[in-house]
């Protein structure tokens, strides 16, 4: 895509640049322009798209969540509260009108059934308070799955359902963080299959050129033109319904991922062949080189930043692509949680119009996809810090 | 202008020969085939199948039958008669099952199209001409998050909001009464007034991506020498905007339809199964969780030949629009 706006000159990141408060920058930063690597020049003119800045830290703050959810989660995603199904999520508060302001708790919540519409609902009980607090002694389960413990970061007695639960009970907070670590980590697996795929063909495509180029340019749009998302419920159909979880899961990003190769591949091979004919590589087999050194010392580094870029934004569509297929019960099933097989539960209207927050994993869907976006479109502001 | 047009047909039959093989690979890839799936539900239903049986019904569907051939047969009675074979699940032709519903897509589709295009470019004539302006800054976050929001997921929380502040359920694409009447003029009407809500849903991540594509483009143009020289000499602003640059760039926004066709049929499978709307989408899960591999299959390749189909109308508008591309002046943009 062209939307790429032009900078006018003063824009240019790095030092050099005027300070936002209008203070002229020192001699030696001017000049440190000059000597800048590459690199530090992608991060100066980086450092000024504030939204891709922020994103980093947020990602940061989401894979370590996913990392550390057994302990960050109060419970289990499987654990059953069943007192409590179906119930709404429950505020932690800091006052009561009785006793005024002391520490965190919850109030205790019963069920009730409206006699008319035998609608259950919760109400608060304000009789029975529960004390949250940090670091406490809760289900065990392995940090790291290496060292046995049961210290969760924060927990207490009773309804402690900060996201409310799910018809069955569970957790809702606990369960997205659980399903945070197949939704994520989908996205980096499938991008390290696209990366492979699409370096591979691009390059041969690129290098060898002749029928070999032309069949795989073809096919590249093939896939370009058929529209991906039946194409994909297909593919996933066809995984067998019984395969353990680990299959299935490879099955879902190989099938992402077969399809989402063309686009970089275009990339690496548009590169290869622009990059092939300028003075630098001929200067390099004037000296001798050979072609995989030229391969892997110049054009390859040459395009780098266009490939992290071209990664980057194909994390989300990894992501979003288990998502969607888990959601239609193409993808992962029931027993394993991921953020699409919790949306699962809030999938017609009945669903939602009881327990409206069963669509809050889509929150965290979003905001991973739009901070991987900002990232993205930081990455290729950045990508080219000549321009 | 009818060479490049016959050159460009010529171009996509061998992609929709690669297309059908990939999509006839596809349907084959489940374990089993026809017949297994139709023994299977007869011995559900408490029926015995003899294996002389068996073997009939395999000469019958031609499942005997080296793959190659098997896959001759399908495009050839697809081709030539329009036979897309029978649909195990209804027990219907696939044809039947498969007309309405593909005619409906492709005008949700084509709805969507127009919508996308339309704000996409006001939207992005607004934010190039008003750079860096609390509107632009509006827009540009919109477009984000536009972008970051898959279509199933706005469609559920738009249905669970509607629901809640006004009781209505906005699923389907008609009104209860005219689900199973036959097409009259208010059955049109009736789904006019419901055909927004999937239109903009679908739309909102293309638009979103064409609002930044447009403004980029007309930033670019408002840029060049020529702009300056007309502003110079006293060119009226809306004049000098429309005259030259907005047409400019609105040449290559037409070529994003290439890609932007296949991303709206494809939100549109996954909104429709949301918002249960009589399309394809739907009816494909539901072919392919029951392993209906002939209705799959005839989904799967009138969807994508139509799409190609619409890519290569997009293809022969832009050269009409653009001479240097029919020429081949310039290499494609």
Redesign the interface.
Known sequence: ??????IPDQEIGGPAAPAPNGATPPEEEVKAIYFASQWKLIWWKFRKHR?AIIAGPILIVLYLSALFADFISPTLPATRFTDYKGAPPQPIRFYSAETGLRGPFIYEIKRETDPKTFRRYYVADQSVRYPVSLFVRGEPYKLLGLFPTDIHLFGGEGPLLLLGSDVLGRDLFTRILYGSRISLSVGLVGVALTFALGMLLGGISGYLGGLVDTLIQ??I??L????????W???A??L?RNWPTLRMYIGIVIITSVIGWGGLARVVRGKLLSVRELDFCMAARLAGASDLHIIARHLLPSMSSYIIVSLTLSI?RTI?GE??LS????GLQAPVVSWGVL?RD??D?AA??LH?WL?LP?LW??VT??MY??LG?GLRDAADPYK | MLSYIGRRVAQII??LV??SL??FI??Q???GDYVTMYIQRLEAAGGKVSEYEIANLRRLYNLDRPFYQQYFIWIRNIVLKGDFGRSLQWERPVSELIGERLLLTMVVSICTLIFTYTVSIIIGIYSATHQYTAGDYFFSFLA??G????G??LA??I??LV??NTGV?V?GLFSEQFVRAPWSWPKVVDGLKHIWLPIVVIGLSGTA?LT??M???L??EL?QAYVITARAKGVAETKLLFKYPVRLAIN?MIS?L??LL??I???E??VA??LNMPT??PL??QS??A?DMFL?GG??LM??TL??IG?LLSDILLAWLDPRIRFGGVSE?
């Open positions: 895509m062209v939307n790429r706006e032009p939204l073809r096919l749009d093939l370009v033109c058929m529209p991906t998302a039946p194409l419920m297909a593919l159909a066809a067998p989300p979003l998502t969607s959601f239609l019960g193409l949306l809030a999938q209207l939602i119009g409206p669509l889509a869907i979003v996809v739009l976006n900002f479109d | 061998p992609l690669g297309l990939i999509i596809v349907i890839l489940p374990p984000f998050i972008i970051s929001v898959p199933f997921l559920l929380v249905m669970y629901f809640v359920a699923t991506s930044r594509t403004r980029g483009l930033l670019d840029q290559p994003t290439g890609w296949p991303t049929v494809s939100g499978s996954l199964i949301v394809t989408g494909l899960l392919l969780l392993q799959a989904f799967l969807t994508s799409t190609v890519t943009h």
